[in-house]
Every structure is written in C-alpha cells, then in structure tokens.
C-alpha cells in the first residue's frame, strides 16, 4: 500500500518562503504524475501544481510565479518551493496522485502565512 509523507510546513510571514517535501513509499512513483494539493479551512481541497514524470510542471493560476514544484524520483519525494508567500496561501497542503486521486491522503502539513 502506497504510503504519502508529507512535511517542511510551518508558520511564516508574508512575502516568506517554504519548501515542502513529499516522500512516497513504493517503486510505482516514478511513472505518476504528482500533484499537490490544498485545503484551506472551509474550503474543498485544491489543486495547486502538479509535475509529469518527465518534469512537466503546471500550476494553478493563484500560486503561477511562486510556487516551483519538482521530483526526484531517485528519493520518491516530490517537492513545493513556495515563495512570496500570502496570508491566502494559508491551508493544509497535501500530495497524492494527478488526475485520479486513487491513494490514501496522508497527514497533510500546515502552512500559515501571517500578514
């Protein structure tokens, strides 16, 4: 069973930046593309970026010039560099499968952006 760690959140200012980490246990994750995701309180769980297993990247038009995700399929671990970071950045972000969500979500990490 595919297991999602995700980690690296914390509390930061605005206009700050964090990196957060994905590791992913199981050898399929090199031929997945990899999204992450958000869910702010009150909200439905976003999409926010995600990455091909060729690197092919896309984001969300609300993080497009701030946030860069990437992969290293060596380590099973995709990341989020998020910089210039706003209070409305402020969720739990989580990583799983692109389109089709068909792993357990893990714990999520938080992400608070304060003003």
């Known amino acids: 069973q595919v297991q999602l760690v995700e980690s690296g959140g914390g509390l930061v200012q605005a206009g700050g930046s964090l990196r957060l980490s994905c590791a992913v246990s199981?050898?399929?994750?090199?031929?997945?593309?990899m999204g992450w995701y958000r869910q702010a309180p009150g909200k439905q769980r976003e999409l926010v970026a995600h990455?091909?297993?060729?690197?092919?990247?896309n984001y969300a038009d609300s993080v497009k010039g701030r946030f860069t995700i990437s992969r290293d399929n060596a380590k099973n671990t995709v990341y989020l560099q998020m910089n210039s970071l706003k209070p409305e950045d402020t969720a739990v972000y989580y990583c799983n499968k692109y389109p089709v969500v068909s792993w357990a979500w893990g714990q999520g990490t938080q992400v608070t952006v304060s003003s």
């Open positions: 199981g050898s399929i994750f090199r031929i997945n593309t």
């Open positions: 990455i091909t297993s060729g690197g092919i990247t």
